[in-house]
């Protein structure tokens, strides 16, 4: 079984949806959604604002974005309160790490280190002796400026600002301050940005992690704010966490080769072949007969025990990542408010995994993730051809995509209306 991260004082079980959690704080929900559930009701449509009201009203994490560590420390100890009040353990999200999403649509952060680790501390003095889970910088080691990965490939990310001498080695000793500052609350639990199942390979990402102080941190997490199917983010933390264990980050098997089936059975059921990229548009499983699907051979080549220790966001990823139209757009950004997807399942600290401590709702469900204009002009005037307009900036509401998240919610929401959860 998981284990309990943090003790919300008088915490007790069950929630609106019956699965046993009310530990799990419900941070005020954003303006937009309130005033759509109002527009909703407005014209009619009781049981779509119904599903919204379930959606906002689901446990999900609370974005420090805040740049002044005195205003951090504040925005942070008054959200810690209002959830022990509450009996409920929150999910802060750390996010001002210096060139954030190296100047995309999330651009930010703090400008140098001394800024950053004030920040830090400032955050760390808001938690207190609280009990709080702390996601520690999305993105933060799948996106590191002037980096240099274990494979011999210089990062994409090459701002001109940062001293390409200096700016991996401050990343990673940031990230360690953070974690040790973080952890020196009594009642913390700390995790660090392991990207997604559809992103850096296994051996990158551990030794990524190893760099970063995963080792005195609780773990690690998946799939911020993307749209990875659960089962294979499943997989590829158990790989992260067995990779770790094995030492040796470069011989570590992982999702872009799988190295053909393994065992009789399903090499009968296959036939030969070699080895493929396992597909991220699929559910991944030991027995599938689908060869870009099957994990059978990537298992067989791990033989330590994992012990490091993963949450999973599932905020949007009922129905999985999207698969954009082959040929179409010059970069078709499928991360970016990708159409007809759906909110996934409802956060919880009970797994039943022995490495899998939650499932979160880290990224809040509704906000776009940008100016998406897939690859065919400037953000913020380009419409989205898969919206046709133009999006809202990231972290805005976004009605329409919340239109597609509560409909394909998997499992469904309830819609019934007064939502009394």
Known sequence: M???????????????????????????????????????????????????????????????????????????????????????????VAYNIP?????????????NVAEYTAWIDGVAAGIGDLPAIVILEPDGLGIIPWYTSIDGVLEWCQPAEA???????????????????????????????????????????SDRLVAAGVERADGFFLNASNYQYTANLEQYGTWISKCIAQGDHTSCANQYWNGGPDGTKIADLLGPWAGV???????????????????????????AEGGTHFVVDTSRNGVGPWE???GVYPDAQDWCNPPDRGLGMTPTLTTGEELIDAYLWIKTPGESDGECTRGLGPAGETVDPEWGLVDPAAGDWFPEQVLHLVGNANPPLAGDWPYTG
């Not at 190296?102 to 703090?110: I, N």
């Open 99 to 111: 060139f954030r999403d190296c100047a995309q649509f999330s651009a930010g952060g703090a400008t």
């Open 324 to 326: 954009p139209p082959a």
């Open 2 to 92: 998981a284990t309990i991260l943090a003790t919300a004082p008088g915490a007790t079980a069950g929630d609106h949806d019956g699965s046993g959690d009310t530990d799990l704080y419900v941070p005020k929900p954003q303006h937009g959604g309130v005033a759509q559930i109002a527009d909703l009701v407005s014209d009619g449509d009781k049981e779509t604002a119904a599903r919204v009201q379930e959606m906002i009203a689901t446990p999900q994490a609370f974005w420090v974005e805040v740049t002044d560590p005195a205003s951090a420390m504040r925005e942070v100890r008054a959200t810690v309160n209002h959830a022990a009040a509450k009996k409920q353990i929150p999910v802060l």
């Open 277 to 303: 990229a396992l597909s991220s548009h699929g559910e991944w499983s030991d027995t599938t007969d689908v060869p870009e699907l099957n994990t059978s051979g990537i298992n067989a080549r791990y033989w």
């Open 163 to 205: 001293d390409p001498e200096t700016a991996a080695d401050e990343r990673f000793y940031m990230l360690n301050y953070a974690v040790d500052a973080l952890k020196a609350m009594p009642n913390v639990s700390v995790y660090l940005d392991g990207t997604h199942s559809a992103w850096l390979n296994v051996g990158d990402i």
